[in-house]
Structures are given as C-alpha cells and as structure tokens.
C-alpha cells in the first residue's frame, strides 16, 4: 500500500512539474513580441480569416491557460495583461463595430478567450493585488463591448451563429463585472441595462445566465424599485420605455417561477403587466405565454387567504 501510494505521489509530482513547465512556456509564448506582432497586424473587423499561427497564440494558448490548476503565482499571469492588454485594446476598438454581425469563429474564439486571459486568470478578489494600472484599457474594453451590444441588437437574425456571437459578448461583459472599479464604470455606460433587459430574451442558457448576473450587479436598488412601482409604470411613455426594453420576459418569469415572493413582489408584477397589457403587443405576447396564463389561472382559482391580493391582480389581468 505505502509503495502504491509512494508511486501515485511521484506520478502527481511529475504532472505537476510537466504542466507548470507547459504553463510557462504557454505564458511566454503569449506574452513574446511576436504575439505583439501579430494583434498589431490583424484587420480592423471581426470577419477576417486567419491563419494556424494566430490562431495558436491568440486562441489556443489562452483556452489553455483557462484549464490550468489554480495554484500558480499571480503574478505570472499578472505579464499577460502587462505584455498584451493594450495591443489588444487598440486592435478591438479601431475594429469597425458593425463587423461584429459577420464575425468569424476563429476570431470569436479569439475574442472569448483572449478576454477571459486578460480578466479573469487572476482571482482579483481573493490576492493582494490591485489591477488599477490596466483600469483605462479595461474600461475602453468594456465601452467597445457595449458598442458592439448594440450593433449585435440591432441585427434581426436569429441563426446560430448571432446567438452565440450574443453568448459571447454577455461572457465577456460578465468578466469585467468581477472588476469592482470597472462595475462601477459600467454603471455610467448609458443604456446599457436596457439593452441586458433585450439580451435576457435571447434562447440560450449560458446568455441568459451572464446577462443576469450583470444585471445583477449592475441595476441598483432604485432601478429596480423604479421597475417594480406599479404608479410609476402608469405613466406612458414608462410603459413604452419597458416594452421597448423588453423587460416583459423577465415580469413573466417572476410569476412563473415559484421562488418569487406571492405576497411582496408577485402582487406588484402583476399589476406592473396589468398597466404594460394596454399595449396590444404587449397583450398579445402576454395572452401566447401559456405558462403564464395557466399560472394566473391557477392564482384566480387559488382559495389560500395568504393570496387574495394576488388573485385580485390576476384576475384582473384575465
């Protein structure tokens, strides 16, 4: 037994020693003049076609990088950004915005993978180091996403390639949340929660799951409170602002779902969808939502006490 385990220490030993070594060598890979270089080069759009090479620095090494056990030096990650945070700042926001809809795979793996190198292989929150020397480059970043947030909104398509160009934007956004400076920088981004309230529509889990959790972190106790005062919803150009920003998925899913307060908050949506049901499209995508209207239904027929508000507001929906 002790020899098995003697043999099963060295076998851990020497996977460590192989993988730090590869971790250095991916490290200086990217971090060398050549992969300078090679930003610098790339076309200003996100259609172009590359090549084996950028596509082994710039894409691979980094999904690398992504997988490595966690137990490194933070400051040997730290040279990344150091080395390549600003050549890939100035290529990403000299690249015309409206490209973003034609965006190759290649160069969304780029975009995905590079971000999360420049971002998140340092646990910020859990070290003693402070990433205030890359807080410009970072909100420049994060202003060129938004930029292209929008473009991508604009664009009717539905294919699988704009779904997954959209995950990949909501990712990259996600990231810069973690950044507590650069969270607040983003709360002064305008319209930038109107358009995460759009992208929580969009069908696919991993999007929705980054959108919201900008969200929450984004939308302050105010705005929320500001969506969820029935009064204020009266008000018709608010009606319009809230159809506009496709805020009725989310309305729906807190009566759907059964975590939402029946007492302090599904009252409140309810009358909230009531004032938003004025609006024939708004009804129309209301009266489609089967769930929803089983759900009220089954609230209108409810005989719990606990919920005679609830059923006044339901029943007035119906």
Same mark, same amino acid.
């Given at each position: 037994?002790?020899?098995?385990?003697f043999?099963?220490?060295?076998?851990?030993?020497?996977?460590?020693?192989?993988?730090t070594?590869?971790?250095?060598?991916?490290?200086?890979?990217l971090?060398?003049?050549?992969?300078?270089?090679?930003?610098?080069?790339?076309?200003?759009?996100?259609?172009? #076609?590359?090549?084996?090479?950028?596509?082994?620095?710039l894409?691979?090494?980094?999904l690398?990088?992504?997988?490595?056990?966690?137990?490194? !030096?933070?400051?040997?990650f730290?040279q990344?950004?150091?080395?390549?945070?600003?050549?890939?700042?100035?290529?990403?926001?000299?690249?015309?915005?409206?490209?973003?809809?034609?965006?190759?795979?290649?160069?969304?793996?780029?975009?995905r993978?590079?971000n999360?190198?420049?971002?998140?292989?340092?646990?910020?929150?859990?070290?003693?180091?402070?990433?205030?020397?890359?807080y410009? !480059?970072?909100?420049?970043l994060?202003?060129?996403?938004s930029?292209?947030?929008?473009v991508?909104?604009?664009?009717?398509s539905?294919?699988?390639n704009?779904?997954?160009?959209k995950?990949?934007?909501?990712?990259?956004?996600?990231?810069?949340?973690?950044?507590?400076?650069?969270? !607040?920088f983003?709360?002064?981004?305008?319209?930038?929660?109107?358009?995460?309230?759009q992208?929580a529509?969009?069908?696919?889990?991993?999007t929705?799951?980054?959108?919201?959790?900008?969200?929450?972190k984004?939308?302050?106790?105010?705005?929320?409170?500001?969506?969820?005062?029935? #009064?204020f919803?009266q008000?018709?150009?608010?009606k319009?602002?809230?159809?506009?920003q496709?805020?009725?998925?989310?309305?729906?899913r807190?009566?759907?779902?059964?975590?939402?307060?029946?007492?302090k908050?599904?009252?409140?949506?309810?009358?909230?969808?009531?004032?938003?049901?004025? #609006?024939? !499209?708004?009804?129309?995508?209301l009266?489609?939502n089967i769930?929803?209207?089983s759900?009220i239904?089954?609230?209108?027929n409810?005989?719990?006490s606990?919920?005679? #508000?609830?059923?006044?507001?339901?029943e007035?929906?119906?």
């Amino acid at each position: 037994m002790t020899y098995q385990y003697f043999n099963r220490l060295q076998s851990i030993i020497n996977e460590y020693s192989s993988t730090t070594s590869l971790v250095f060598a991916v490290i200086k890979c990217l971090c060398s003049s050549y992969s300078i270089e090679i930003i610098k080069k790339l076309e200003y759009n996100f259609s172009q #076609n590359l090549n084996y090479g950028q596509i082994l620095l710039l894409s691979t090494c980094p999904l690398y990088l992504k997988w490595y056990p966690s137990y490194y !030096d933070p400051e040997l990650f730290r040279q990344i950004p150091r080395i390549l945070l600003s050549p890939f700042t100035e290529w990403l926001i000299s690249c015309h915005s409206n490209s973003i809809i034609h965006c190759s795979k290649d160069v969304e793996n780029i975009l995905r993978r590079l971000n999360n190198a420049l971002l998140r292989l340092i646990e910020w929150e859990n070290v003693n180091i402070s990433n205030q020397e890359f807080y410009n !480059d970072y909100c420049r970043l994060v202003s060129k996403w938004s930029s292209l947030l929008s473009v991508i909104l604009k664009h009717s398509s539905d294919d699988s390639n704009t779904i997954s160009i959209k995950k990949m934007i909501a990712h990259n956004l996600y990231d810069f949340t973690l950044h507590t400076n650069v969270l !607040d920088f983003m709360k002064t981004i305008p319209n930038l929660i109107p358009m995460l309230l759009q992208m929580a529509d969009v069908q696919e889990d991993a999007t929705q799951l980054h959108t919201y959790r900008c969200l929450g972190k984004l939308m302050s106790e105010i705005d929320i409170k500001i969506m969820a005062n029935p #009064n204020f919803v009266q008000h018709d150009q608010v009606k319009i602002e809230l159809i506009k920003q496709n805020a009725l998925p989310l309305l729906i899913r807190c009566i759907i779902e059964i975590e939402f307060d029946p007492i302090k908050v599904k009252p409140i949506v309810l009358e909230i969808l009531l004032a938003l049901s004025f #609006n024939n !499209d708004a009804l129309l995508t209301l009266r489609q939502n089967i769930n929803l209207m089983s759900t009220i239904r089954n609230l209108v027929n409810s005989t719990n006490s606990n919920k005679s #508000n609830l059923q006044r507001a339901a029943e007035a929906l119906l």
